[in-house]
């Protein structure tokens, strides 16, 4: 069974960073895309960032030149670094992997089960 556990997630004023990590387990996703989403109250589920294998990258505009997005394979772990981070950023976010057709989409086959990221102004 294939699980996804997150953490790195908490309370931080405007300004501050947070790394967020999140390792699977019960496969390997050396090939497989993997991805950050958040939430916030009230609104849509959004995509952050997205890595593949190669190492290629893609952010939301939102959010480029504060955070990057990062994987180790041998770990089966996708991290998430988010400096000067601002108020709107506050959300639950998540990781996935694996997504059912386009990196760009909300389909993905894996879901973490959430991180609550709250940034204080």
């Known amino acids: 069974q294939v699980r996804l556990g997150e953490s790195g997630g908490g309370l931080v004023q405007a300004g501050g960073s947070l790394r967020l990590s999140c390792a699977a387990s019960g496969r390997t996703f050396e090939t497989a895309p993997m991805a950050w989403f958040r939430q916030a109250p009230g609104k849509d589920r959004e995509l952050v960032a997205a890595?593949?294998?190669?190492?290629?990258?893609f952010y939301a505009d939102s959010v480029k030149g504060r955070f990057t997005i990062s994987r180790d394979n041998a770990k089966n772990t996708v991290y998430l670094q988010m400096n000067s981070l601002k108020p709107e950023d506050t959300a639950v976010y998540y990781c996935?992997?694996?997504?059912?057709?386009?990196?760009?989409?909300?389909?993905?086959?894996?879901w973490g089960q959430g991180t609550q990221v709250t940034v204080s102004s």
């Open positions: 996935a992997v694996d997504p059912v057709g386009t990196l760009y989409g909300n389909e993905y086959r894996y």
């Open positions: 890595i593949i294998w190669s190492g290629a990258t």
